[in-house]
């Protein structure tokens, strides 16, 4: 759309492609269109001068003819995109998330049901903490033979529970071999085999026993305990 009259020239246009035959680009280019746009009926101003007439729109408003540009503009996009906000993210992350959590959670008790090695090796510490509690609410000297008594069957119990195995006639001599077997170290497995000793003896023979000698067992338990959590049962 010419905006003045006189002699205006469209440039050559230029386009490269691949040429598959020489195996190399080339580009190829049109010839300049020279055209002699002529004055309006009732123009007197200059050449140089833009010009237009009445109901003519050279705009995006125009109705006759689609405006081309002559400057794009900013191409760059406006705000930011909703699909990275972290608010859109949270929305629709959230369902994903605890569907994958219910998932798990079914598996979990699916697996806890039909297989009851996995369900005894899981709930051992829990059951050890139980019985440790208990323990702890006997560590006196009127009931120090049921106190040893629960110390003695937390640790063999735990060990039994993570091997899927009965803790009722587990010797300390067997118990010692399965935690080699599994790995341990030979300081904690002679630990726990003084310790077994110790409350078979306690529980036999309470009168010598005093309130320092129960407090000690009982922390001793507890240390043995924790140090099982390292030993690889599975």
Known sequence: MPKRPGMLDIPAITMSYFD???????????????????????????????????????????????????????????????????????????????????????????????????????????????????ARSLARLETSGQFYGELSLAVTAYVADKLNISPHGLTVEHLAELLREKGAAEELVAETVRFLQQCDFARFAPASLTKDEINAALKNAESIMTRMEDVRFA
Not at 24 to 47: A, D, H, L, Q
Not at 70 to 91: E, Q, S
Request: glycine share 8%; aromatic share 6%; net charge positive.
């Open 20 to 134: 598959p035959e020489r195996g190399k680009y080339e580009s190829i280019s049109s010839r300049p269109i020279s055209i002699s746009v002529k004055k309006p009926e009732g123009y007197t101003g200059s050449p140089d001068v833009p010009y237009a007439t009445t109901g003519l729109t050279v705009g995006s408003q125009a109705q006759d003819i689609r405006y081309i540009k002559d400057n794009i503009g900013d191409l760059r996009p406006i705000g930011r995109l909703i699909l990275f906000t972290p608010l859109y993210l949270f929305v629709n992350g959230l369902p994903v998330a605890l569907l994958v959590g219910l998932v798990i959670v079914r598996l979990r008790r699916e697996r806890l049901a039909s297989d009851i090695g996995y369900a005894r090796s899981r709930s051992a510490s829990r059951q050890a903490r139980k019985r440790l509690s208990k």
